[in-house]
């Protein structure tokens, strides 16, 4: 996270802006996030679609995939809904697993890019545009509804989009979600040893906002929750908490990503893994 007030230019088609910390509606934060990610989405898929592979599923920055975690339980023959979907590189692994996997996204651009690699793998995921708030699916269409790091933190609504998972789960069913870890809302998004100080308070959750330099408009927005904010909202929905994981930084691993890197992972999470069961 950028200290508020100062602004930046990234390396995406993206204008000038700076950061503030102040309210958003879940109205603004869809309206900033899904432009956003459509500019983002080619320097994206061109950064890390090697890293996440067309047909593989990776929950995080530090490479632990679904393979290794197991988080989502038994796949085969199960009806599963990606949040935020992105390119479709999990699901796309899910199918190849046996299940039926399907890709929600708010931005039009990263679906486009689903359907390329649909068309260079031969494993298509059929996906919609929309948002976590409002699925377009019928009550207790699916075994299992994931997220990697695709929608949940960029939602003001939050105990809406749980309740609309836990609506269109079976009895039953899993869910299970990546974000960044909670801590690292008091630090700066620096990857080096510069950025290891805390600078904000872990409780304050007043959204991060970047604002356009030019136009004033809202660019960007995300939130925060701290890990008792999480269980609370989880477990007011009919959910139980199973899994907690906090991916320690491998060894041999020196990819940077964003606020991710060695220096910062071998000292503290950057993922939190969620995994969660709906009530019968």
């Keep these: 996270m950028e200290q508020v007030g100062t602004p ?4 995406w088609p ?10 958003a509606t879940e109205e603004e934060s869809r309206r900033a996030n899904g432009p956003d990610w459509d500019r ?6 061109a950064t890390h679609g090697d890293f996440l592979g067309d047909v593989g599923f990776v929950w995080g920055p530090e490479g632990l995939t679904e393979a290794e975690a197991g988080v989502l339980g038994p796949l085969a023959d199960r009806d ?5 979907s992105g390119a479709g590189q999990c699901s796309r692994w899910i199918r190849s697993q046996g299940g039926r996997a399907y890709g929600l996204d708010l931005s039009h651009r990263q679906l486009q890019h689903s359907l390329r690699i649909d068309d260079l793998t031969g494993i298509a995921v059929p996906s919609v545009r929309g948002t976590a708030t409002e699925l377009p699916f019928a009550d207790r269409s699916f075994d299992v509804v994931f997220c990697a790091f695709g929608a949940l933190q960029f939602v003001a609504d939050i105990e809406q989009a749980v309740a609309e998972t836990a609506r269109v789960l079976r ?6 979600f990546s974000i960044t870890h909670p801590t690292r809302w008091m630090f700066p998004d620096d990857p080096t040893e510069e950025g290891l100080t805390a600078t904000q308070s872990y409780w304050d959750r ?10 004033d408009a809202v660019a960007y927005v995300e939130h925060h929750r701290t ?8 477990a007011g929905a009919g959910f139980r908490l199973t899994t907690l994981l906090e991916p320690e930084w491998p060894e041999d691993h020196e ?3 964003g606020g991710w890197s060695a220096v910062r992972g071998r000292l503290t999470p950057g993922t939190a893994i969620f995994g969660l069961d709906l009530a019968l």
């Design 8 to 11: 930046r230019q990234e390396h």
């Design 14 to 23: 993206h204008p000038p802006v700076t950061a503030h910390r102040r309210d």
């Design 40 to 45: 983002y989405a080619d320097e994206y898929q």
């Design 80 to 84: 599963v809904l990606e949040l935020g």
């Design 171 to 176: 009895p039953g069913g899993r869910f299970a």
């Design 206 to 215: 007043t959204p991060y906002v970047e604002v356009d330099d030019e136009t």
């Design 227 to 234: 890990l008792g904010d999480w269980v609370a909202i989880l």
């Design 255 to 257: 990819r940077l990503w």
